[in-house]
């Protein structure tokens, strides 16, 4: 089957947040949904992790949603739409093994927990690809970094990406291509392998930058910034002519 070339926009709004001791940075659509708190801070507690005093459990910095096509094919195919949900947790509050993980064997079991804390294996209908061991993962390299991914829920609804980012935190990306293909069916032969590029190029353009040592100046700018960004004009001395100092406008 033949599908429709599907490829996510260069230009895109940036979400910047500190997580501990890394900036991460998101590529997201300009009505994204996203939180305004730009720093959170993990710290081990006797009952594993919690982050500032109002957050709990996990945090949901981001909502994003693309359309998979370029704008003369959704005309013809307008739901070809692709939400995502950014979410980190604290390893502890997923009976994942907070320490540093050892190769692909860790971090696919410990992906497997992520599912587990909801059902059993057991308990799930023969429709639903949750992974029920390790080796339903598939591992991704992107840019050096590893992911753990596989389909998820009934007819493979999400697909997920699982990375480590630090000793006690995973970071989290799911991707629902679902309103691709006919309700409470599986996705026709191949449609998930046509969608693999994109996803992956998501994942590439996310940036995780340990801050440590870094000055201010060298890191990119906490905060959420429009893909309609204004050119600065600049100077015979290559400097930037500020017009209006009150401008939030991000050059970076």
Request: proline residues 6%; contains cysteine.
């Amino acid at each position: 089957m033949n599908f429709p070339k599907v490829s996510l926009p260069e230009n895109t709004a940036t979400y910047c947040i500190q997580v501990n001791d890394a900036r991460l940075v998101f590529h997201c659509e300009d009505e994204a949904r996203y939180t305004d708190k730009y720093v959170f801070h993990f710290e081990a507690t006797c009952q594993g992790l919690i982050s500032n005093p109002d957050y709990t459990g996990e945090i949901i910095p981001l909502r994003t949603r693309f359309a998979l096509l370029d704008d003369d094919l959704m005309k013809e195919h307008p739901n070809w739409l692709c939400p995502i949900k950014i979410q980190i947790w604290p390893k502890s509050e997923l009976l994942m093994e907070s320490r540093k993980w050892e190769g692909s064997e860790d971090l696919r079991s410990n992906s497997l927990k992520f599912y587990e804390r909801w059902k059993s294996s057991e308990d799930r209908e023969e429709d639903d690809l949750t992974p029920r061991k390790a080796e339903d993962f598939s591992v991704l390299s992107v840019n050096g970094r590893s992911w753990a991914y596989a389909a998820s829920g009934l007819y493979g609804q999400w697909e997920n990406a699982i990375t480590e980012l630090s000793a006690n935190l995973v970071l989290i990306v799911i991707f629902s291509a679902k309103s691709c293909w006919t309700r409470d069916t599986f996705p026709p032969e191949g449609l998930k392998d046509h969608l693999m590029p994109f996803f992956t190029d998501y994942l590439s353009r996310i940036q995780i930058i340990p801050t440590e040592g870094v000055p201010e100046s060298e890191l990119p700018p906490l905060g959420f910034y429009p893909s309609k960004r204004e050119e600065k004009e600049i100077d015979s001395e290559g400097k930037t002519v500020v017009e209006d100092t009150s401008s939030s406008e991000w050059g970076w």
